[in-house]
């Protein structure tokens, strides 16, 4: 028997926007005392916790901020921000599938945006 679940979907999150919607998954589940929260709800809630270092808002003006620059897509941008790449070496493996390389000024510019959000 396969069992097909069907995408209606998709949105990009930053770390911080994840962490407001576990709260509120997480604050349901207490609730509900015959509902048992999933060992991967907890993983995720745990990660959430320690990455999320701005608040939700501040996470949307960085991406903001980053989808202003060339060569810095939504995808990428938001893989960016949930990351924050801390040198050139960290920042060219989020476009290590990508068929174009960045010069050093492009890593630069990136990475000026990146140490306003750190």
Known sequence: MTIFKEKVGEEYLTVAETKVVLEELERERAADEDREMRYELARAIEHVNRFAVLD??????????????????????????????RD??????????????????ELDAILEVVARYA
Do not use: H, M, W
């Not at 060339?70 to 960016?80: L, M, Q």
């Not at 050139?88 to 000024?105: P, V, W």
């Open 88 to 105: 050139r070496d960290e920042l060219r493996s989020i476009y290590a599938q990508e068929r174009f390389t960045l010069s050093g000024d």
């Open 56 to 85: 939700p808002e501040e996470s949307r003006e960085f991406v903001a901020e980053l989808q202003e620059l060339d060569k810095v897509d939504e995808p990428t941008a938001y893989k960016i921000a949930n990351l924050r790449p």
